[in-house]
């Protein structure tokens, strides 16, 4: 941080000492400038004081009442103790309730009155609010007015005491603080100034006012994540690659292939060719729905390379997976003597050194593989191509790895739709190319979401479609607790099918818990055909290519996020049969029935995950992680959307007019970005 105030440990501040210190690290709150950033998750607006007539149900306001009887205990059991007392206007009674609040007989007196504020229980003419805060109602009020911050909090610590904290804290850098963010930028945009914004974002005295500190701290975030992406970008672009040759075999390997390519599949590869027969390091992502044909346009990348004289290292999450690309990619180049190594966790180790060897010695062109092609002993005798399938399963370091190994060219596929103003955020230091359309013999999956009545109806249907020859997956419901009750839940549900509903049909199973073997065991009986109906939690999710099954259902769907329904879905509709996907939804809430009705409406992953972000706003909807990004406090992408359009211009703006290196204005900008980007950022990238 540029202030070193900021800096200072947070035990410098009064009423923190060492144990409370150890309990705020858990939070990640170590200095002043940690917890000055620890932002509020929500507000409790306790300005709102009603009469009792006029509360009603899940209200939260403050209610001047007084106390009408003495403060009662009951011991329902060892550990809980419950105090009550009744209060009232001249419109109505209230019960108050605490748990465990041994001071409450002592604080509260009958006859007195106070000011409560809390949650509202009623039914009927019954009102009751439990652990409500309270003051006398003469004081001066701190606790029952106001608008009052909410934190997410660990052991130990309080509401009260975060507060607590947070004003000391404050108080103690407030006017202190030198601006990061030009005049210039903070006129254009609107931006409050940096001490008033951080006063607001805690301790507002409107909600206009939390809303402009908001805004302020969110831009300087997302732009301070833009500058830095571009200014990687710019330095992966003066990165000079491997420059390749356009071969007219790869015509033919195009004009022979069983199926025609796509415009958009065209389209991605020519912007693929472009980057390869260029002077610059290729740097590029392939978005495309599930069953979009990702894969064929890498291995055109691959034959490319390979055409070229280089290798080219194919690397997949799972082992499934590697063996799935291995299987079909194999045919494909076996006219063009390439040689196709498959190395994964799960080579024996005598294999694994022989193909090591081969390696090193050009032997294998294409190398297939997980994780284990980061082994520090993998050495590449031209490494000229580096593809990663699932991008948000490999982090940038793993991709830098990779990379380190020679200069070569990255192709980073994922099936994971994501507008492509997040995607400009989420994978700012790659190009990004889209593959928009399928594969026209692909039919759409029908999708139905049903309730329990269905149920004999859905079994039924999965016997008769079986009996027909195709496969099905069923698959369980998600399971906050653990992998363990989640292994359970699959287990019973395969058991139950097995012995009833299904009986006579062959049921697998293949949980997170199983043996890596297991599951590949499985999996492979599956792909077979030697199982007919699939019982799986969701690791079924990336991948694996079973052209048979032509039914998924699955078990409590609204428990699932609508992008991680639409990739299951995509599990089905890879063969020639019509395929079907069944949810079966539990839930009557107003929100589970809009996201099936998304489902069952729309079969673009794009078009579902724009869906899912005016639904459910904040939240990881796409389960992408920032990959070794900086973490974000108080910006969220869904949500922010318009400061992130802003940002994006702002940033533009800089860069293009090289402010960072040429004004005096920009300085602070400058010196923070380098701060924040440290071990990836040099001064000279910035100039």
């Given at each position: 941080m540029l202030n070193p105030l900021l800096a200072k440990s947070v035990q410098t501040i009064q009423n923190i000492g060492k144990v409370r210190a150890q309990q705020l690290n858990k939070l990640g709150i170590k200095t002043i400038g940690d917890l000055v950033t620890y932002y509020p998750r929500d507000y409790e607006d306790r300005t709102r004081e009603k009469k009792v007539l006029e509360l009603t149900d899940r209200d939260e306001c403050a209610v001047i009442l007084r106390v009408l009887s003495d403060v009662s205990l009951t011991r329902p059991r060892r550990n809980l103790r419950i105090y009550k007392t009744v209060a009232g206007d001249e419109t109505g009674l209230v019960t108050l309730t605490w748990f465990n609040q041994d001071y409450i007989r002592d604080k509260i007196a009958k006859d007195k009155t106070y000011v409560f504020f809390g949650r509202v229980k009623r039914s009927g003419n019954y009102i009751e609010m439990t652990n409500p805060v309270y003051e006398e109602v003469n004081s001066e009020r701190k606790k029952t007015t106001g608008i009052q911050p909410v934190y997410p909090l660990t052991a130990g610590i309080t509401q009260a005491y975060m507060r607590m904290i947070q004003r000391n804290a404050l108080d103690t850098v407030i006017g202190k603080l030198t601006e990061i963010l030009p005049d210039e930028l903070r006129k254009?945009?609107?931006?409050?100034?940096?001490?008033?914004?951080?006063e607001n974002i805690h301790f507002p005295a409107s909600f206009e006012e939390k809303e402009r500190a908001r805004k302020r701290l969110v831009f300087e975030e997302l732009l301070m994540l833009q500058l830095g992406l571009m200014q990687l970008k710019h330095n992966q672009v003066t990165v000079s690659g491997i420059k390749m040759d356009d071969k007219p075999l790869m015509e033919q390997f195009i004009n022979r292939l069983p199926f025609k390519l796509?415009?958009?599949?065209?389209?991605?590869?020519?912007?693929?060719?472009?980057?390869?027969?260029?002077?610059?390091?290729?740097?590029?992502?392939i978005q495309g729905d599930v069953g979009s044909g990702k894969t064929i346009v890498a291995v055109l990348a691959i034959l490319l390379t390979v055409l070229n004289g280089y290798q080219a290292a194919f690397m997949v999450p799972t082992e499934i997976l590697a063996e799935q690309h291995y299987q079909s990619i194999v045919p494909l180049l076996k006219d063009y003597d390439i040689k196709v190594a498959l190395l994964t966790g799960s080579v024996s180790k005598k294999d694994k050194d022989r193909i090591k060897e081969e390696i090193r010695n050009n032997g294998y062109q294409?190398?297939?593989?997980?994780?284990?092609?980061?082994?520090e002993d993998v050495d590449f005798a031209g490494l000229g191509l580096v593809v990663t399938d699932e991008q948000h399963r490999f982090g940038v370091k793993q991709r830098a790895v990779l990379a380190s190994k020679s200069n070569p060219h990255i192709l980073v596929m994922t099936a994971t739709p994501i507008p492509r103003t997040l995607s400009l955020i989420l994978y700012g230091d790659l190009d990004i190319s889209i593959i928009d359309e399928l594969p026209p013999e692909r039919k759409p999956v029908k999708t139905y979401a049903v309730d329990e009545s269905m149920r004999e109806r859905v079994y039924n249907f999965i016997k008769k479609t079986v009996q027909e020859g195709r496969q099905a997956y069923v698959i369980c419901p998600l399971v906050e607790e653990s992998d363990e009750i989640e292994a359970?839940?699959?287990?019973?549900?395969?058991?139950?099918?097995?012995?009833?509903?299904?009986?006579?049909?062959?049921?697998?199973?293949?949980?997170?818990?199983?043996?890596?073997?297991?599951?590949?065991?499985?999996?492979?009986?599956?792909?077979?055909?030697?199982?007919?109906?699939?019982?799986?939690?969701?690791?079924?999710e990336v991948g694996v290519n079973v052209p048979n099954a032509c039914i998924m259902v699955v078990e409590n769907a609204e428990r699932f996020g609508l992008a991680q329904l639409h990739q299951l879905r995509g599990r089905v509709g890879r063969g020639k049969h019509q395929s079907y996907c069944i949810l079966f939804c539990q839930s009557k809430s107003d929100i589970a029935r809009k996201r099936m009705e998304i489902m069952t409406k729309y079969n673009d992953g794009f078009k579902i995950s724009e869906k899912d972000m005016e639904l459910r706003g904040p939240g990881d909807i796409f389960g992408v992680r920032q990959h070794g990004l900086p973490e974000f406090k108080i910006a969220n992408l869904y949500e922010d959307m318009d400061i992130l359009k802003e940002v994006q211009k702002a940033a533009e703006d800089i860069v293009k007019n090289q402010k960072l290196s040429e004004r005096e204005d920009y300085k602070r900008l400058k010196e923070h970005l380098l701060l924040m980007f440290q071990d990836k950022l040099s001064e000279v990238a910035l100039n």
């Open positions: 254009q945009y609107s931006l409050a100034e940096i001490n008033y914004s951080l796509t415009n958009a599949q065209l389209k991605v590869y020519n912007e693929i060719k472009e980057d390869m027969t260029g002077e610059k390091q290729m740097n590029r992502l294409v190398i297939i593989g997980t994780h284990a092609l980061l082994e359970e839940a699959a287990a019973s549900l395969a058991e139950r099918l097995r012995e009833r509903e299904l009986k006579g049909l062959s049921v697998g199973l293949v949980h997170g818990k199983m043996k890596w073997k297991e599951k590949e065991q499985v999996m492979n009986d599956f792909s077979a055909g030697r199982i007919q109906v699939l019982v799986s939690t969701t690791v079924v």
